[in-house]
């Protein structure tokens, strides 16, 4: 019974490269939430995707970055053209429903490090 | 959109001790959730506590809500060295997105 699924778990780009975050929610969940946290923070929400649907992407970067949750495969969190400050911990979470009654499944994060 | 605030943003306390953390909001929530995080891992859902409730518990774990001063405390009784982690408490806003709040990072000292 896997839980959330994320790869890489570190990664690291130098400026200007693009970096690729994958996220496999667990079995039998359609809802997907990528949130990035910064060192001694909290995390920030940045999209919220359904299956081949955004849903909420209020705290995502108008530019650079964009996301995907394809009908088949895992949810993508795509950064092009990182910068230094994209340096962070970003995690995937995943829900059953949409409702906002239940709590969200976190995966172990990817560790983006920009060089 | 309105951030949790979490009190102390640190906490040390020996082993055995109860460690009480405290969260405070700005908006109208449906429910409150708590959640840990151990040194670079993802989170863990430790308890929802809905907006009608008062007080709800869960093994060592206790949370209380009041809705009329928008606060919220997790306390841990009998703490173990384990217990050692970043607590953060969340709420829903909009379409499900959860507010984090800055987190208490809590020593557990044996």
């Known amino acids: 019974n896997a839980g959330v699924m994320q790869n890489p778990r570190h990664l690291v780009r130098r400026r200007g490269q693009e970096a690729r975050l994958r996220c496999s929610p667990m079995?039998?969940?359609?809802?997907v939430y990528w949130y990035r946290q910064l060192p001694e923070e909290g995390l920030k929400f940045m999209v919220y995707?359904?299956?081949?649907?955004?849903?909420?992407e209020s705290g995502m970067p108008k530019e650079r970055f964009s996301a995907e949750f394809p009908k088949e495969g895992p949810s993508i969190l795509r950064i092009q053209q990182v910068v230094r400050g994209d340096s962070a911990a970003y995690f995937c979470a995943s829900s059953p429903v949409g409702t906002g009654a239940q709590p969200q499944h976190f995966g172990d994060g990817t560790r983006l490090s920009i060089l | 959109s309105q951030q949790g605030e979490e009190d102390p943003q640190a906490l040390s306390i020996q082993e055995g001790e109860n460690a009480t953390m405290n969260c405070s909001y700005k908006?109208?929530?449906?429910?409150l959730q708590w959640y840990r995080q151990n040194s670079g891992r993802g989170l863990v859902h430790l308890i929802l506590?809905?907006?009608?409730?008062r007080e709800k518990h869960s093994g060592r774990l206790r949370v209380t809500l009041d809705t009329s001063k928008k606060s919220s405390s997790l306390l841990i009784t009998a703490s173990r060295a384990a217990d050692t982690a970043s607590y953060f408490c969340?709420?829903?806003?909009?379409?499900?997105?959860?507010?984090f709040g800055q987190g208490t990072r809590l020593t557990i000292n044996p």
């Open positions: 995707l359904q299956k081949e649907n955004i849903i909420d």
């Open positions: 908006t109208s929530i449906n429910n």
């Open positions: 506590i809905r907006s009608n409730e």
């Open positions: 969340a709420f829903v806003q909009g379409a499900q997105k959860l507010v």
């Open positions: 079995k039998g969940h359609s809802h």
